[in-house]
Structure formats: structure tokens, C-alpha cells
């Protein structure tokens, strides 16, 4: 099953980590652990997808591969 790609990585600007979609414009969010910003990005995504469905555009299929398949 292919999903959206994530970037995890620490910012030292916020003083914690970043998780963002590529895929998906402005999708990202923050925590405190690498975990916490990965469910906070989950969580992102799933608004992320109903608003645009909500509003009759288009999601953009995933670019990349998902667990190596």
C-alpha cells in the first residue's frame, strides 16, 4: 500500500522535531519527541485530505515509495 512520505528532523530554531508531507502543501507539524511529531503529523493529514475533499480538490497521489515496495 503506498502512503505519503515523512520527514522527521530536529530544529533548532523550535527546539524540537518537525514532521512534514512533502506531497502535501504545508502539511507539518511539531513535537517534542520524534513520535509526538509523527502522530501530530498523522493527525495533520488526515484534516489535511478531508479539507481538500471538503472542498472538491484534488489530493496529489504519493510520490514516493512506501517500505521499500
Known amino acids: 500500500m503506498k ?3 515523512i520527514n522527521i ?3 533548532d530554531a523550535d ?3 518537525i514532521a512534514d508531507i512533502p506531497d502535501l502543501k504545508a502539511c507539518s507539524a511539531f513535537g517534542n519527541t520524534p ?3 509523527l502522530a ?3 493527525q495533520a493529514k488526515s484534516a ?3 479539507a481538500a475533499t471538503a ?3 484534488p489530493t496529489p497521489q504519493p510520490r514516493y515509495r512506501y517500505g521499500g515496495k
Do not use: M
Open 3 to 5: 502512503d505519503y512520505h
Open 9 to 11: 528532523f530536529y530544529s
Open 15 to 17: 527546539g524540537g522535531y
Open 35 to 37: 513520535e509526538e511529531a
Open 40 to 42: 501530530e503529523v498523522k
Open 48 to 50: 489535511w485530505l478531508e
Open 55 to 57: 472542498a472538491g480538490k
